[in-house]
């Protein structure tokens, strides 16, 4: 039985040993991606004056190709809200979707499975604001642009955890409810982790 035992684990350390040899590899592979985190956000403006805001959660997911070893192009798309508090003005909530396209440059390490990589790319922000009351407002979308970094760790050649840092910049969005309202600012950092799954 000791034997059985010692066979399994010496075949289950081999697996793991030999299996991520070319996990970080991803050159013509495709890759589905899940993430959840938090995203600090900018404060914002209502009624002209500074309104404070809560970090929040922050979720999403996305694709990944391998152009080569070293690049790939990633879409992902992510939502969060989080309250906005008014500054002696009425507070209420904000939302963001984010449509992000980029690159990434994946560096070769000494440990094959770990893959540290650094990216940037253009971001449309969707916005939302609703008073705390439930009044809906108009917001203007804009687009910003990304920078990010992050590393994969590679439990088999398919399977991938994943942490990722990430700072977007992007223009004030107006609020518009009888004239303009406000602004919210969707310039944010967020630290998300999640999992890959490559083809």
Not at 71 to 83: L, M, R, V, Y
Not at 119 to 139: C, E, M, R, W
């Amino acid at each position: 039985m000791n034997k059985i035992i010692y066979c399994c684990c010496l075949a289950a350390a081999l697996f793991l040993a030999t299996t991520p040899a070319m996990a970080d590899d991803i050159k013509g592979r495709l890759g589905v991606t899940g993430r959840l985190g938090f995203l600090v956000p900018a404060d914002s403006e209502l009624q002209g004056r500074s309104a404070d805001t809560d970090t929040d959660f922050v979720g999403g997911g996305g694709f990944i190709y391998g152009i080569t070893k070293n690049i790939a192009a990633e879409f992902e798309i992510t939502h969060t809200s989080f309250d906005v508090h008014g500054n002696n003005t009425m507070g209420g909530n904000a939302e963001t979707i984010n449509y992000s396209l980029g690159g990434q440059y994946r560096f070769d390490v000494a440990v094959p499975q770990f893959t540290p990589y650094v990216g940037a790319g253009l971001d449309i922000l969707i916005n939302d604001f609703t008073y705390s009351d439930g009044t809906k407002t108009d917001v203007d979308s804009c687009v910003g642009v990304h920078i990010s970094g992050g590393a994969d760790y590679f439990v088999t050649r398919q399977f991938a955890l994943t942490a990722q840092l990430k700072a977007v910049l992007a223009p004030s969005a107006d609020i518009n409810y009888q004239g303009k309202a406000g602004n919210i600012d969707p310039t944010s950092l967020s630290m998300t982790f999640g999992a890959r799954y490559f083809f």
